[in-house]
């Protein structure tokens, strides 16, 4: 079993920046394939990022290229999301996500196999 959980959410203005953290403990972490997704009210899941876990492969949804960055920490067993210039669009409840065995460049809600409690961003104008 796998445990993710996401911090780093919170209230912030139009154009600020936040890194996302996603910390993963439990059985084969260094075989995961980790990912971020965006749950805005109303909207279906959406990818953001993804990174698997052995290499240096990082993967973006259109919405975000050019604004985040995915990251990792082996040490620490830690996932990064920098989010920059953030809109109000922004807005949602942000996921980690994992699927184990996986180095693909496709990512989508119904492939992750373990998924965090989330955490909230709110992006004001």
């Known amino acids: 079993q796998v445990q993710l959980a996401e911090s780093g959410g919170g209230l912030v203005q139009a154009g600020a920046s936040l890194r996302l953290s996603c910390v993963a403990s439990?059985?084969?972490?260094?075989?995961?394939?980790i990912g971020w997704f965006r749950q805005a009210p109303g909207k279906d899941s959406e990818f953001l990022a993804a990174?698997?876990?052995?290499?240096?492969?990082?993967y973006y949804g259109d919405s975000v290229k050019g604004r985040c960055t995915i990251s990792r920490d082996h040490a620490e067993n830690t996932v990064y999301l920098q989010m920059n210039s953030l809109k109000p669009e922004d807005t949602g409840n942000y996921y980690c996500?994992?699927?184990?065995?996986?180095?693909?460049?496709?990512?989508?809600?119904?492939?992750?196999?373990?998924w965090g409690k989330g955490t909230l961003v709110t992006v004001s104008s």
């Open positions: 996500a994992a699927r184990n065995y996986y180095s693909g460049s496709y990512y989508s809600h119904n492939m992750m196999q373990f």
């Open positions: 439990g059985r084969a972490v260094s075989t995961l394939a």
């Open positions: 990174i698997v876990w052995s290499g240096s492969d990082v």
